[in-house]
């Protein structure tokens, strides 16, 4: 395939042309290709298409997209050529098939030779790329305001290659050919004054100083009628010039015949020089974004910052003062250092040069910055014409070195991607302040201050939702406001996102929409406001992950815990622990994970509905032939499958060490992971991880009912007895019992309804609920007598006359008491051929309620029996 944007929109399979479709079609083709390889947002394509959306804007954009995937087929293209990627969709483009890349690879060619002397090859370079432009890019289309501001980009490029390419030819002494191209040019761009001064000089070089000068009266007239201003003072000197003659207009560099130079590096362009400046040295340059009055909170983090830039150059210190400002997507690093350059910038210390670039690390719609690039801007910037900008990355730096030597220059790096493309532009001096956001750990850098930033404290967030949504409304509500803040993790732009759409919708009631963000599956789309979505911005760190990384990501999605450790996750994903454990701190270093404690792990609970997502997305690409691994679907329950049971087996795995005498549970455990599980060497080990997963069982017990996995919620409370006795984790008890028994019905398993039944009678009867507990006893009871178990019975009973006691009814525990030591000897008997010893219950006041409990040992573990208060009549 062939596709052309410079120019008409064209394309050509095998050298013959395809329709593109009508002209809305072409505008959603040209915006995929405009950034090919790259996933565009919907949003996006909407606003590619329309200046003012229709409601059906999506729906149609779907429609234009199943028919350039109709199209791209009929012409023998794969499927795999236009794919569904979240927020959007992306259209790969080979190498050589988009003329633009072939331009743009051309044009880097031809500048790095222009820059490296050597203007025969740029000359060859930049002509090449020239051939590409067939006119004005997408040229005869209706363009939204996206693809309008690319064009304008575009045509900016191709004014810049044309500018060069006329330098390379002036140096070879063969630029006569340009003048009509330039003449069409300025005709066409006439406040551009750059190529105006090469038009000039192409005809004094070519012996027509008249033209030159008339040339230089008409851009003083268009500049005088359309702006009301004269030609700048390169123009104005480059007249002089001619006028006089000046020899040095034959030979001199182009760039430079405006500066008054023959060699060496022009001096910079004093915008407004500062009284002491230094020979050569720029004014001020002030370059940061604006701050928001919307910005909240971050107020230790500020002062720690502004502590920090104070410090920068003092008490004799060589060393440059650079901080990393490092967090997940949406924590607010760019927004805190805006504010934070804006404070110290305010202070006059750093007032004269204030640079900031953004890197891109995580531009859905553009690749990282070149470092390279970068330098060339903040050079230009800095006052260096573009003719003694060097043309490699090392002497760029170099000379951004120098000429900030000795400046109190504040310097924001926004978006980086890695230390490699950092470290170049770091200026050399102490004097300088260098404040670095990044959603990745920049733990390379030496000598780096790092700030680590997590989400707001439930205050600020309240405070945020306020700022925008209304003080008013935010108080009237508190619990609703705080709930919203809740779902939102206390992320400051998922908050944002959540306070514009209360804005927007003043009908709505903070409860109301508090509401709406209940649900797991829709929690993403709720925090969408126009073209910015949460979604969109956790999915650039998704897709700079390696392919293993992001299979872990999206199967941690899947994981049921709260937290969890490298051997769950290595479970869940069906590798070994230390493998898992590399991808986990891999995954920590991207901050798509956090680490409260050593070796356990949680992710944002946005970022876990993000993983969710993408675990959902990739079945669906492959089934549409996308990229990925086959059998997504069947990974998707696999895995969580895995994990249930790895948590059913741990858990086992303590319960013997912690119970050594009550009856076991039985475990059909299914298969996966068993490699994995945790031993356990004494009570104090198996005690210690189930406290750590404490937080966990509930949790993975409900995901076991979804997933299907009934076996596995039930068996997991049985085991997970013990340790509810103990008193850990009360407040799960009773709802984990009530699940596991509701799972045991569900499989008609009998003795797990049994032991379901008992725990959640000895959860009441700890809970001092003892009505409900006789009736859940009552009932397991009633079963294991179905069932003909025994010793079942007998435990019954023994638990059921525990629950009379605390229910004052003496009389029933008597009996009961008296029923099971019945059967305890009865078992025993059958067990042994002998009988067992005998507990004695001794005489008790039925009806007073005076009976207090003891222990006494009979088979197969302690029996609750009552111990007479006074001497008289009863006996066992």
């Not at 199967?555 to 937290?563: E, F, I, R, T």
């Not at 006795?725 to 596991?740: F, K, P, T, V």
Request: neutral net charge.
């Amino acid at each position: 395939m062939e596709f052309r944007i410079l120019g008409p929109l064209e394309i050509a399979a095998n050298g013959r042309p395809v329709s593109a479709g009508g002209p809305q079609q072409q505008a959603v083709l040209a915006a995929l290709l405009l950034a090919s390889n790259q996933v565009v947002a919907i949003d996006r394509l909407v606003d590619a298409v329309w200046w003012t959306s229709p409601p059906s804007a999506r729906a149609n954009v779907r429609g234009y997209i199943a028919a350039l995937r109709r199209m791209l087929r009929s012409a023998g293209e794969p499927p795999d050529r236009l794919v569904t990627r979240s927020p959007g969709y992306l259209l790969r483009v080979e190498p050589g098939e988009l003329d633009l890349c072939r331009f743009g690879e051309a044009f880097a060619r031809g500048e790095t030779a222009l820059f490296g002397g050597r203007p025969e090859q740029a000359a060859q370079d930049f002509a090449e790329a020239l051939r590409h432009c067939r006119g004005r890019p997408l040229e005869g289309m209706t363009l939204g305001a996206p693809l309008q501001a690319d064009v304008e980009r575009l045509e900016e490029r191709e004014l810049l290659l044309m500018e060069q390419y006329t330098d390379a030819c002036l140096m070879l002494g063969r630029s006569d050919a340009l003048v009509p191209d330039l003449r069409r040019l300025v005709a066409r761009h006439p406040l551009r004054e750059r190529l105006w001064e090469r038009l000039m000089l192409v005809l004094y070089r070519m012996g027509r100083s008249a033209d030159a000068l008339d040339a230089y009266a008409q851009v003083r007239r268009h500049l005088a009628d359309d702006l009301g201003i004269d030609p700048g003072p390169r123009l104005k000197l480059l007249e002089r010039r001619i006028l006089s003659g000046d020899p040095a207009l034959d030979t001199a560099p182009p760039g430079a015949v405006g500066d008054g130079e023959e060699s060496g590096p022009a001096p910079l362009r004093p915008a407004a020089v500062a009284p002491g400046t230094a020979p050569g040295k720029a004014g001020t340059l002030r370059q940061f974004p604006m701050d928001i009055v919307e910005f909240t909170g971050r107020e230790a983090e500020l002062r720690a910052l502004n502590r920090l830039a104070d410090g920068a150059g003092g008490n004799g210190d060589t060393a440059l003062t650079v901080i990393a400002i490092e967090g997940m997507a949406g924590v607010g690093k760019t927004r805190l250092a805006v504010r934070a350059a804006h404070q110290i910038g305010s202070r006059g210390r750093f007032g004269a040069v204030q640079l900031w670039a953004d890197l891109r690390a995580m531009d859905p719609e553009a690749p990282a910055a070149d470092p390279a690039e970068v330098l060339e801007t903040f050079l230009r910037q800095l006052g260096v014409p573009a003719a003694w900008i060097p043309p490699d990355l090392e002497s760029r730096a170099a000379l951004y070195r120098d000429r900030l030597h000795g400046r109190r220059a504040l310097v924001i790096l926004d978006d980086a991607t890695d230390e490699a493309q950092v470290e170049p532009l770091l200026p050399g001096d102490p004097t300088g302040l260098v404040l670095i956001n990044s959603r990745r750990s920049l733990a390379g850098l030496d000598g780096v201050h790092r700030l680590r930033l997590t989400g707001f404290a439930p205050p600020e967030s309240r405070d945020l939702l306020g700022r925008i949504a209304g003080r008013g409304r935010v108080a009237a509500d508190r619990a609703a406001a705080a709930r919203i803040a809740e779902r939102c993790g206390q992320l400051p732009m998922a908050v944002t996102m959540a306070a514009r759409r209360l804005q927007t919708r003043p009908a709505w009631s903070l409860a109301e929409f508090a509401a709406r963000l209940e649900d797991e599956e829709r929690l993403p789309d709720e925090l969408e406001f126009r073209n910015r979505s949460i979604s969109a911005s956790f999915d650039p760190s998704y897709r700079a992950l390696t392919r293993d990384q992001r299979r872990m990501f999206r199967l941690l999605g899947l994981h049921p815990g709260a937290d969890f450790t490298a051997a769950s996750a290595a479970a869940l994903a069906d590798l070994p622990c230390a493998r898992a454990e590399s991808l986990l701190e891999a995954l920590l270093d991207e901050n798509l994970l956090q680490q409260a404690a050593p070796g356990r792990y949680r992710m944002h609970p946005l970022l876990r509905a993000h993983a969710r997502r993408k675990a959902h997305e990739h079945e669906e690409e492959v089934e549409h032939g996308g990229e990925g691994e086959q059998g997504a679907e069947d990974e998707r329950v696999a895995a969580p499958g895995r994990v249930l049971a790895w948590y059913l087996r741990a858990a086992h795995a303590a319960d013997l060490v912690l119970n050594t005498h009550d009856r076991r549970v039985p475990m059909e455990i299914p298969g996966g992971g068993a490699g994995l599980v945790p031993s356990f060497g004494t009570r104090a080990e198996a005690l210690a991880w189930l406290d750590a997963e404490s937080e966990n069982f509930l949790a993975v017990i409900k995901a076991a009912v979804e997933h299907g996995s009934h076996a596995v919620a039930w068996r997991l409370p049985a085991v997970l007895l013990t340790f509810f006795r103990l008193g850990r984790s009360r407040g799960d008890w009773i709802m984990a019992y009530e699940i596991g028994l509701g799972a045991a019905r569900r499989l008609d398993d009998w003795h797990g309804v049994a032991l379901m039944l008992n725990g959640l009678g000895m959860a009441c009867n700890d809970a001092d609920r003892f009505g409900e507990a006789i009736v859940h006893h009552r009932e397991a009871l009633a079963v294991q007598r179905r069932l003909g178990d025994l010793v079942g019975q007998a435990w019954s009973l023994n638990r059921l006359a525990v629950a009379y006691l605390g229910a004052r009814r003496p009389s029933r525990a008597v009996g009961c008491f008296e029923e099971s030591v019945r059967i305890f000897r009865r078992v025993a008997g059958l067990r042994d051929g002998t009988a067992a010893a005998t507990p004695v219950l001794g005489t008790g006041d039925a009806d007073g309620g005076h009976i207090r409990m003891r222990e006494a040992v009979t088979w197969p573990s302690a029996v609750m029996i009552p111990a007479a208060v006074r001497t008289g009549s009863g006996g066992a």
